[in-house]
């Protein structure tokens, strides 16, 4: 059984930072990716970082340069440092994962977190 659970989000002002975490059970696929998508009210879920097992990273082009996405498989953890945080990166962020390569496509992923609010004003 596959969970996957966010937390790290918040309210910060313009220009800051925050971390998210996600920890990770009962995926066991060698060959899978994970990542980050988000969604913002009236918008549609949109990709924002993967990373695939062998470290090959995506990131939407408005992230690039503010987040990082890493993981660390020994404490089944997925981490997204977001830098320069701007009001339009308030929303929804979640986890998630699946066999195989990275996609965009939100219905791509066989697992999802809860989801965790980011608000930047």
């Known amino acids: 059984h596959v969970q996957l659970v966010e937390s790290g989000g918040g309210s910060v002002q313009a220009g800051g930072s925050l971390r998210l975490s996600c920890a990770f059970s009962?995926?066991?696929?060698?060959?899978?990716?994970m990542g980050w998508f988000r969604q913002a009210p009236g918008k549609e879920r949109e990709a924002v970082a993967t990373?695939?097992?062998?470290?090959?990273?995506f990131y939407a082009d408005s992230v690039k340069g503010r987040f990082t996405v890493s993981k660390r498989d020994a404490s089944r953890s997925l981490f997204l440092q977001m830098n320069s945080l701007q009001p339009e990166d308030t929303a929804i962020y979640y986890c998630v994962a699946r066999p195989g390569p990275c996609y965009t496509r939100p219905d791509e992923y066989n697992f999802w977190g809860p989801g965790t609010q980011v608000t930047v004003s």
């Open positions: 990373i695939f097992s062998d470290g090959t990273t």
């Open positions: 009962g995926y066991a696929y060698s060959g899978h990716c």
